[in-house]
């Protein structure tokens, strides 16, 4: 079957198209229906099935492939290296399960995971999945701050974390962080599991705080079998930010989401039991819920969790591992290909790269150049994809596994299976019809399977975030301009709203502002995100100082501005830190006050800020222009 035909079918007969992709899972109770869409623009999937996402990850394998590798935990940050089959991943989940049973973990109970990449993390996610509690998984780049506001929002019975994480070798204390964060929370979770893995001190909470590695010795030998739950029972909630500063919980159902992972490692990521996927992801984002842990481990695949830099202790290291375990698929982002870029070419010819059927990129739009050089190196298909937390699975890509289609450098393929994807003018509101025609990325709703649910415990905000009824029809926004080519291809311009992506993470500029607000000596700032060469964007944020005596020196200007990035690096996390504070006296207005962010952003780059009859003070930009031209 051509593409086409694949992708029309889900569009024009979903319910048989998607009843056929759910024979890719177990069901412990087959579903009654496929979609209600009864009350749009919510969308259950598969309603009255009962599934366990562990199960479909796990113990379904062990009737197969009891003893072939499943997870590989790689760390080049303390030297180590564990492969777990089938069978002992199996036996750490019940461990787990075990453990978290013990602490009043049941059901429908939210547990919160801040942890390194280490395999406990990949134990705790899937034992929760196997108990039918809710995890959510937060970045451990994140500091007290961001953490307590998630604490707060998912109310969690228990805290999974550890002494530390490491990065280059150093070790990145944690536990330090989360007692800050409990204690800022007005939540207070009745427990918090400690991983110790010897790498920083810390004093244990009274009544609180559990050993990990004691509580596994006690359940050495549990047996916990799956709770077998609706498909529509939420799985996990995960964070992202907003153009408020308040995060958005996304919640994904668990039938659903199984069955778009399962249905997406045999379309998109030519993914077959008994062969190595490797995502280079964090578990803290998206792509390491869908293709670290559930997607690879649902196909029957092993998966490589890697912690560590992706040059050290060279840049072959990653290439190693594909050799080492003979990747057939590799998950990367146009971040870290840029990285390699920097490095010496002979690291990607030193390796035997023969396994590797493709390299996938995605979490910021991959540049021509970088595709190019990547693709010449390796001699291998590299394909874009784009989606989003929310989606929780590839909008646009190529699935390869249906047909096979050539890539196109800048395009990060076309609309997937089960996507109606339209380009919607923003000014008329009028579906675009012609290539090469700007507009607003949106998909006619339902949504597919695996695609969120609601936001955690606000429908209210998930539809007025998200959704526009267009003539009667409800369409989801993505909240990136985009354009089509005579092909079906398409390509992503960037985003309509002030959410920026640094390094493939996306992050509202609202909430960068509300902590840098919270300096004694900043009256206002606007933050926007900058082209990068290497990191697609960083944030740049334009301060007005309450007393700018004293900031004429260039010393006093460093000062102030080291101090509001150890700020925000404080709350927020090293990832939200911008790259520079540049410090104005005006910002950019019109006259009815509303900040110009797209000609802050203009001028910031160095690009033609157009039509500016509007500003309320012409010289607020010019200000700008004469900043960044010696910061550029």
């Known amino acids: 079957m051509s593409f086409a035909d694949f992708h029309r079918r889900s569009i024009a007969e979903p319910d048989a198209f998607w009843a056929e992709q759910a024979r890719l899972i177990d069901w412990h109770k087959p579903f009654d229906q496929v979609c209600d869409y009864s009350r749009p ?35 080049t940050e303390v030297d180590q290296e564990v492969v777990y089959s089938f069978r002992e991943l199996h036996a750490e989940v019940q461990r787990m399960a075990a453990i978290l049973q013990a602490l009043g973990v049941g059901r429908g109970d939210r547990v919160l995971l801040y942890l390194p990449m280490i395999a406990e993390a990949c134990f705790a996610m899937l034992a929760c999945a196997r108990i039918g509690a809710i995890h959510s998984v937060v970045f451990g780049g994140f500091a007290s701050h961001s953490l307590a506001s998630r604490i707060d929002n998912a109310t969690p019975k228990v805290v999974i974390s550890a002494d530390a994480g490491s990065r280059g070798g150093k070790a990145v204390p944690y536990k330090g962080l989360l007692d800050e964060a409990i204690q800022l929370a007005a939540h207070k979770p009745a427990k918090v599991l400690m991983v110790n893995r010897g790498l920083a001190a810390y004093t244990p909470v009274a009544g609180r705080d559990e050993d990990y590695a004691a509580l596994r010795a006690k359940h050495l030998d549990a047996q916990v079998p799956c709770t ?7 799985s996990y909630t995960l964070y992202t930010s907003g153009t408020t500063g308040t995060p958005k919980g996304v919640q994904r159902d668990t039938g659903g989401y199984a069955v778009a ?36 481990l649902i196909a029957g695949m092993a998966t490589i969790m890697y912690e560590g830099l992706p040059t050290r202790p060279d840049a072959g290291v990653w290439w190693s591992l594909v050799q080492k375990y003979k990747v057939t698929s590799m998950f990367s982002a146009p971040t870290a290909v840029r990285v390699l870029k920097k490095q010496d070419p002979a690291y990607l010819t030193k390796y035997d790269l023969s396994s590797l059927r493709a390299l996938f990129l995605a979490g910021e739009p991959l540049d021509e150049p970088t595709a190019k050089w990547i693709s010449d190196s390796l001699s291998r298909p590299i394909i874009d994809n784009y989606w989003q937390t929310e989606t929780g699975w590839p909008i646009l890509a190529l699935c390869n596994g249906i047909e096979s289609q050539p890539s196109r450098f800048g395009s990060p393929g076309k609309a997937v299976y089960g996507y109606d994807v339209k380009l919607v003018n923003e000014a008329t509101g009028e579906v675009v019809q012609g290539t090469d025609d700007k507009g607003v990325v949106m998909v006619e709703g339902p949504l597919p399977p695996g695609c969120m649910q609601t936001v955690w415990q606000d429908d209210e905000r998930f539809v007025k975030t998200y959704w526009t009824q267009l003539s009667g029809r409800w369409l989801y926004s993505t909240f990136d301009w985009g354009v089509r080519d005579a092909d079906g291809y398409y390509f992503i311009l960037g985003r309509t709203d002030d959410v920026i992506n640094v390094a493939g993470h996306r992050l509202g500029t609202r909430e960068i502002e509300e902590s840098i607000s919270s300096h004694p000596n900043v009256a206002e700032v606007a933050v926007v995100g900058v082209a990068d060469n290497l990191k697609g964007q960083v944030a740049m944020a334009f301060a007005i100082p309450k007393d700018a005596s004293g900031l004429d020196e260039p010393a006093a200007r460093m000062k102030l501005e080291g101090e509001i990035m150890k700020l925000v690096d404080g709350q927020l996390g090293a990832v939200a830190r911008p790259a520079r504070v540049l410090f104005v006296t005006t910002l950019p207005k019109t006259r009815s006050g509303k900040l110009l962010r797209r000609a802050l952003q203009a001028v910031a780059e160095g690009r033609d800020p157009g039509d500016l009859t ?12 004469d900043l960044v031209a010696p910061a550029g």
């Open 261 to 296: 992972l399962a249905a997406s490692m045999k379309h998109i990521f030519l993914g077959k039991p008994g062969e190595t996927y490797f995502s280079t992801s964090d578990i803290g984002w998206v792509v390491g819920h869908s293709y670290i842990i559930y997607g690879p």
């Open 228 to 234: 077998w739950v609706e498909s529509t029972h939420p």
């Open 41 to 75: 623009p919510f969308a259950n999937w598969f309603v009255g099935g009962q599934t366990n996402l562990c199960h479909n990850a796990v113990d379904r394998h062990l009737q197969t492939q009891p003893d072939a590798n499943a997870l590989i935990w790689v760390s």
């Open 614 to 625: 509007t500003i309320e003070d012409p010289s607020s930009l010019q200000q700008v222009k």
